[in-house]
């Protein structure tokens, strides 16, 4: 038992702060009211420190990076707060598998190194609870992993039986623990999917009480049009619809602000999340023509070597308007001395005449397994968008620990710090600034007894002084505590 005495609680829901003590027992905040005269096993004292919900991270990429096996720890979320990641986005997921492939994450993280003993939701449910994990996870049901099982890597509609089989899949999954259905209708394996296919497929986990979350079809040029096909769906559907890491990139400012203005007039249901910081990170084969991004990166490999292909490619991405050039390699499989490198830096290396061979070249050498990180969003949109009333607060980043260094960037290890203090300066009030990572996204993603601190919740507990925080409990076990982060795995699959 855990009593934590005196403290100031913002409950996040967004009411008034206000002073009691919390009873923690069994996982759960058993009471809050005045215990003073009340022992427990460990006592925290609570003067001059705030307690709020855990936060939940909208948007985490650690199953896409497979961190969340090889560091179940979570430490790089823990430490700002986080207690619960939601994961299975722009329609890749760990599971359900037909085959145990991985395929759909290869732009991520690598599938050699997983040995993968599961196939349903609820069986990876179960691997979960066996391995442990420091935080609670929640998946989505990735669109491209069922249907790149169902038809490998063609590029046509599917059959009825097959779309029958994807059905049956959905709720199997949903019934399994699966918190809704996600596409990635910008990725190649997904762009050509009808709306009609979407439609079908989200109406059945909306019936079982399923969001649904995209990666949308076009970010940047079509973002507005886009947006609205997605609230159509959500129109449809009657599901609540959530558009993942929504940007306003750079130089398509005015069609962005005709999406955000569609949002404002969509369906009451419908987010969006967001990063606070103002760069991407790019899977190398998104920077191919369109026409080249077709089958797995062995077809687009075998396209770098073509005679013909290779001059148009070439053409291609030097009449593109993206400054290429300043674009850091952030991960580069079988080549980590590049890491750190921009692309200009690699074209000097390499003594190659210009920065699209440069580009071709790094495709080449990790086999298209390889990120960039590009600063091309417009930071003052970004930071109003950041507190629109429909914005959720994703990561979009995995916790990495000091796994794979070149990588870890702001987004893993500062998004939640880094709104609060933007928060701060905006005159945000703090009930309602810890409303937004808390209790909303609890909302938008179904999860019950999350976001919140009340009697009968679940004990995911921040106390924070002077701003720094210093313990966090998931489940009612600590997993940092006076600052120090300890080998606990009290998380579970919600």
């Known amino acids: 038992m855990i009593l934590i005495k005196a403290a100031n609680i913002i409950d996040g829901t967004g009411k008034p702060a206000y ?52 560091d179940p720890q979570q430490e790089d979320s823990v430490r700002q707060g986080v207690t619960t990641i939601i994961g299975g986005h722009c329609g890749s997921s760990l599971a359900p598998l037909f085959y145990g492939s991985l395929k759909s994450i290869r732009k991520w993280g690598d599938p050699d190194t997983v040995n993968v003993d599961w196939h349903t939701v609820k069986e990876f449910r179960a691997m979960l609870r066996t391995r442990g994990i420091g935080v609670n996870f929640a998946t989505l049901i990735g669109h491209s992993t069922v249907r790149r099982d169902l038809i490998g890597e063609s590029f046509r509609d599917l059959t009825d039986p097959e779309l029958d089989v994807f059905l049956a899949t959905i709720r199997k999954g949903m019934n399994d623990g699966a918190r809704g259905l996600s596409t990635g209708l910008g990725y190649v394996h997904a762009s050509h999917v009808s709306y009609a296919e979407v439609r079908k497929l989200v109406s059945v986990a909306q019936k079982l009480g399923g969001v649904y979350t995209t990666h949308l079809r076009n970010e940047r040029e079509g973002v507005a049009e886009s947006v609205r096909e997605v609230l159509a769906v959500a129109k449809d559907t009657g599901a609540r619809t959530v558009i993942s890491h929504l940007r306003p990139f750079r130089g398509n400012e005015n069609e962005f602000r005709r999406a955000l203005a569609a949002i404002d007039q969509g369906p009451s249901g419908a987010y969006f999340d967001v990063s606070p910081f103002a760069f991407s990170i790019l899977p190398l084969y998104t920077l191919l023509p369109d026409w080249a991004q077709y089958g797995g990166f062995e077809e687009m490999l075998a396209l770098l070597y073509d005679d013909l292909q290779r001059p148009r490619i070439l053409a291609e991405l030097k009449a593109s308007a993206a400054d290429l050039a300043s674009y850091r ?166």
């Open 19 to 70: 002073r009691a003590d919390i009873l923690i027992k069994g996982g759960l905040i058993s009471a809050i009211g005045n215990f003073s005269p009340k022992t427990a096993s460990v006592v925290i004292d609570g003067l001059g420190r705030t307690v709020t919900p855990g936060f939940i991270d909208a948007h985490s990429d650690s199953d896409h990076y497979l961190t969340l096996l090889s």
């Open 329 to 494: 390699i952030v991960d580069a499989k079988g080549a980590g001395a590049l890491v750190g490198k921009t692309l200009k830096d690699f074209a000097g290396s390499r003594d190659l005449s210009s920065i699209p061979e440069a580009l071709l070249a790094l495709m080449e050498r990790t086999r298209m397994k390889g990120l960039l990180e590009a600063e091309n969003i417009d930071g003052s949109l970004l930071n109003d968008l950041l507190f629109h009333p429909k914005a959720l607060i994703g990561s979009n980043a995995a916790s990495f620990g000091e796994i794979r260094s070149g990588i870890r960037t702001e987004r893993s290890t500062q998004t939640f710090s880094r709104f609060l203090e933007l928060a701060h300066e905006r005159g945000v009030s703090p009930e309602d600034a810890i409303a937004r990572l808390t209790s909303v996204p609890a909302k938008a993603f179904g999860l019950e007894k999350r976001g919140v601190i009340t009697e009968g919740a679940a004990a995911d507990i921040v106390i924070h002084k002077d701003a720094a925080i210093e313990h966090v409990l998931v489940n009612g076990s600590f997993v940092l505590r006076d600052k120090q982060t300890l080998r606990e795995l009290p998380g579970t699959f919600v």
